[in-house]
T-cell receptor, first 111, second 119 residues
Framework: GENVEQHPSTLSVQEGDSAVIKCTYS??????FPWYKQELGKGPQLIID?????GEKKDQRIAVTLNKTAKHFSLHITETQPEDSAVYFC??????????FGTGTRLTIIP | GAVVSQHPSWVICKSGTSVKIECRSL??????MFWYRQFPKQSLMLMAT?????????EQGVEKDKFLINHASLTLSTLTVTSAHPEDSSFYIC???????????????FGDGTRLSIL
């Protein structure tokens, strides 16, 4: 089955700086890669996703890049703000199968 | 946008009680819903996949008779924790997937979770 590794487990960034979270996956058949943000006491919220037919996708301050050859994908947050502090999870999926999640990254934005 | 509603958000009950958690897709019909369990500072662990009108598919190690899942309609799935004990205390989260559209598989959206505390 699919295995997703996520790094780092914790990340502290000065407000205004950029944050990068990286994930690798094992199953080359995986073709859908979402990122979720989870705030304390709440469920995960989808913030961006990418399919295997593109290499990069951007939505305002958030971007995701995908390297299919290396089987890794990354989340980039620019101009970080205090409200970006949360736990971020990457995930991978093939077709309509179940999502496999990474272990999560606790991002702290330092004012 | 797509919204998944989960109820209740917090439950505290005595050991031996059965607890039902509801998950609703508010603005779309979900043929497939998922139930997850999350321990503090850990990732989401899939418990079962719930398909409307058929039996749920449980992940290895998850007791079917302990965690009863019913997906009776396209907008509602329920998880019942039967005879709950303190070790069942956890954060339970449901998720629903928007139906495949135009041949493209769609994103999965999550409810806000239910914190279950068994005394």
């Amino acid at each position: 089955g699919e295995n997703v590794e996520q790094h780092p487990s914790t990340l502290s960034v000065q407000e205004g700086d950029s944050a990068v979270i990286k994930c690798t996956y094992s199953d080359s058949a995986s073709n859908y890669f979402p990122w979720y943000k989870q705030e304390l006491g709440k469920g995960p919220q989808l913030i961006i996703d990418i399919r295997s037919n593109v290499g990069e996708k951007k939505d305002q301050r958030i971007a995701v890049t995908l390297n299919k050859t290396a089987k890794h994908f990354s989340l980039h947050i620019t101009e970080t703000q205090p409200e970006d502090s949360a736990v971020y999870f990457c995930a991978a999926r093939f077709g309509n199968e179940k999502l496999t999640f990474g272990t999560g990254t606790r991002l702290t934005i330092i004012p | 946008g797509a919204v998944v509603s989960q109820h209740p958000s917090w439950v505290i009950c005595k050991s031996g009680t059965s607890v039902k958690i509801e998950c609703r897709s508010l603005d779309f019909q979900a043929t497939t819903m998922f139930w997850y369990r999350q321990f503090p500072k850990q990732s989401l662990m899939l418990m079962a996949t719930s398909n409307e009108g058929s039996k749920a598919t449980y992940e290895q190690g998850v007791e079917k008779d302990k965690f009863l899942i019913n997906h009776a309609s396209l907008t509602l799935s329920t998880l019942t924790v039967t005879s709950a004990h303190p070790e069942d205390s956890s954060f339970y989260i449901c998720s629903a997937r928007i139906p495949r559209t135009g041949g493209v598989n769609q994103p999965q959206h999550f409810g806000d979770g239910t914190r279950l505390s068994i005394l």
